[in-house]
């Protein structure tokens, strides 16, 4: 069989949701050819190339751009079977990708993806429809197939300073032991993990460095998940390129919980954590079930600092039950703790994402405020408690895009201070933190001078779509840029996180 593989976004990364199942493709006698439509024009050729078309959709920005193409795709060719692979790929399957995708792939991909390039059902496959498939198991993992994709140079790179390096992303593992019931990855793996071979890991690392990467991201949900495969994996990466830097994500709690291991991570090469935070009110931490509290946030960020290692929060200011003064809170936190320079201004305008299957849809707190479920944005509507908030939010999107959410010294620190300066005055007209002196920069906690290593790419895995994004989707094909805003209905701004 004949697969075109696409990639429409995976946060400025070279896709591994691509070369990853293109090896395994490969490897069962399949010729692949791939396309990633965040960096290159689309190829209607390429389509009619194809004995099948499958898309990669491991987050939200991804499954609703990829929705849009896949109409596209099947408007040229009608009978041309379609695939949606990845964690959001069940995601609204019974009305977005109803009539667009032919079979929709959830958990891991490859061995089902295999089975569908091949004609048949996969083994170990359990699911409801005949089109869907949740596939958990796994019988080996293959180096991903970097060949098929886009230079490095095309990707988002590591900023130290003046200085910015080629980056690539690797996977040490799959799914998550944790059930934080606004994320995704609960409703697939249900706290399952699967890891990645060291051995496959390093021989993945290697093709990056080939090619000129000098710095690596591990993009595995919680690097932490599995501490011993994590340290074994720095460990064997860094004994073969010592020269080699690495950022990771971890929750909190593993911050804190291991923190014998953050001497040696430092010294295998770990300049930035990016961990999601959330928020800092305890209230809201237990609804969203994240196992920390703010002041162990406060502690995360003095111990990884005493390793040399910067923390990248990651936030959800705005949930149906927040209140203004809970976003000041998060500000003056940022502040506090010296992390202007380290926070991506899309950050400060996050909207809670509710997807079909969302565990938070059960909490008294959410259902209260729920509206109805919108299949183009792919995510239930509601509204906010605290009367205009909801415009708040939607200011502060149109705000962050509008000023390119670029996490540069004074594009940082500028657009950081007109976020403050909108939430102070909405505060004030709404009686709540008038006459409150803010904290002094650092008064928590201080961080090195200069700029923080950062990569390039400010958005994250649930942020709605941008306008540029949709642009750079449509270049070369704007009858699918039409169609995908006609599709969506989407206002600028306003990007979501689950």
């Known amino acids: 069989m004949r697969v075109l593989l696409v990639s429409t976004y995976?946060?400025?990364?070279?896709?591994?949701?691509?070369?990853?199942?293109?090896?395994?493709?490969?490897?069962?006698?399949?010729?692949?050819?791939?396309?990633?439509?965040?960096?290159?024009?689309?190829?209607?050729?390429?389509?009619?190339?194809?004995?099948?078309?499958?898309?990669?959709?491991?987050?939200?920005?991804?499954?609703?751009?990829?929705v849009a193409l896949a109409a596209s795709v099947r408007a040229q060719r009608p009978d041309l079977p379609i695939c949606l692979y990845g964690l959001y790929a069940g995601m609204s399957r019974d009305s977005s990708s109803a009539g667009i995708a032919d079979r929709v792939i959830v958990g891991e991909y490859e061995p089902a993806l295999l089975a569908w390039a091949n004609g048949t059902g996969g083994a170990n496959a359990t699911g409801g429809a005949s089109d869907m498939v949740v596939h958990l198991g796994r019988s080996g993992f293959t180096t991903p197939a970097r060949?098929?994709?886009?230079?490095?140079?095309?990707?988002?790179?590591?900023?130290?300073?003046?200085?910015?390096?080629?980056?690539?992303?690797?996977?040490?593992?799959?799914?998550?032991s944790h059930r934080c019931r606004h994320c995704p990855l609960p409703v697939v793996y249900d706290g399952r993990l699967r890891v990645v071979p060291e051995e496959v890991v390093v021989s993945d690392v290697s093709q990056l460095v080939a090619v000129g990467a000098r710095h690596v991201t591990f993009a595995d949900p919680d690097f932490l998940n599995g501490p011993r495969h994590a340290v074994r994996v720095a460990q064997a990466v860094?004994?073969?390129?010592?020269?080699?830097?690495?950022?990771?994500?971890?929750?909190?709690?593993?911050?804190?919980?291991?923190?014998?291991?953050?001497?040696?991570?430092?010294?295998?090469?770990?300049?930035?954590?990016?961990?999601?935070?959330?928020?800092?009110?305890?209230?809201?931490?237990?609804?969203l079930d994240k196992g920390h509290t703010a002041a162990d946030e406060s502690a995360a960020v003095t111990l990884l600092r005493g390793h040399g290692i910067e923390v990248r929060p990651s936030w959800l200011p705005f949930t149906p039950w927040a209140k203004a003064a809970e976003v000041g809170a998060m500000l003056d936190f940022v502040v506090a703790h010296d992390l202007v320079g380290n926070v991506d201004a899309v950050q400060y305008t996050i909207r809670l994402l509710l997807p079909e299957g969302s565990l938070l849809l059960s909490a008294p707190e959410v259902?209260?405020?729920?509206?109805?479920?919108?299949?183009?944005?792919?995510?239930?509507?509601?509204?906010?408690?605290?009367?205009?908030?909801?415009?708040?939010?939607?200011?502060?999107?149109?705000?962050?895009?509008?000023?390119?959410?670029?996490?540069?010294?004074?594009?940082?620190?500028?657009?950081?201070?007109?976020?403050?300066?909108?939430?102070?005055?909405?505060?004030?007209?709404?009686?709540?933190?008038?006459?409150?002196?803010?904290?002094?920069?650092?008064?928590?906690?201080?961080?090195?001078?200069?700029?923080?290593?950062?990569?390039?790419?400010?958005?994250?895995?649930?942020?709605?779509?941008?306008?540029?994004?949709?642009?750079?989707?449509?270049?070369?094909?704007?009858?699918?840029?039409?169609?995908?805003?006609?599709?969506?209905?989407?206002?600028?701004?306003?990007?979501?996180?689950?």
């Open 10 to 66: 995976e946060l400025g990364h070279q896709p591994v949701h691509v070369a990853s199942p293109a090896a395994a493709l490969r490897a069962g006698g399949h010729d692949v050819c791939a396309i990633d439509v965040s960096v290159e024009p689309w190829d209607r050729d390429l389509v009619e190339w194809a004995d099948g078309v499958a898309f990669s959709v491991p987050m939200h920005t991804a499954m609703r751009m990829a």
């Open 238 to 287: 860094h004994s073969c390129f010592p020269d080699l830097s690495f950022d990771c994500t971890t929750k909190v709690e593993h911050i804190l919980a291991h923190a014998d291991l953050w001497a040696g991570m430092a010294k295998a090469g770990c300049l930035f954590v990016v961990s999601a935070f959330e928020s800092v009110d305890d209230t809201t931490l237990r609804i």
């Open 367 to 498: 259902k209260a405020r729920l509206e109805h479920y919108d299949a183009a944005r792919l995510s239930w509507v509601w509204t906010a408690e605290e009367f205009g908030l909801d415009e708040l939010q939607r200011d502060l999107a149109a705000l962050v895009e509008a000023a390119g959410a670029q996490p540069v010294a004074a594009g940082a620190e500028d657009t950081f201070e007109e976020v403050d300066a909108r939430v102070r005055a909405f505060m004030s007209s709404h009686g709540t933190g008038s006459g409150m002196v803010g904290p002094r920069r650092g008064s928590q906690s201080s961080g090195p001078t200069g700029l923080r290593p950062r990569l390039s790419e400010p958005w994250f895995c649930c942020s709605e779509p941008t306008s540029t994004q949709q642009a750079a989707v449509g270049v070369g094909m704007n009858e699918v840029h039409v169609e995908f805003r006609l599709a969506t209905n989407l206002p600028p701004g306003a990007p979501l996180r689950s």
């Open 147 to 176: 060949d098929l994709l886009p230079p490095l140079e095309r990707y988002a790179r590591l900023v130290l300073g003046d200085e910015e390096r080629l980056a690539g992303a690797v996977e040490a593992s799959h799914g998550c």
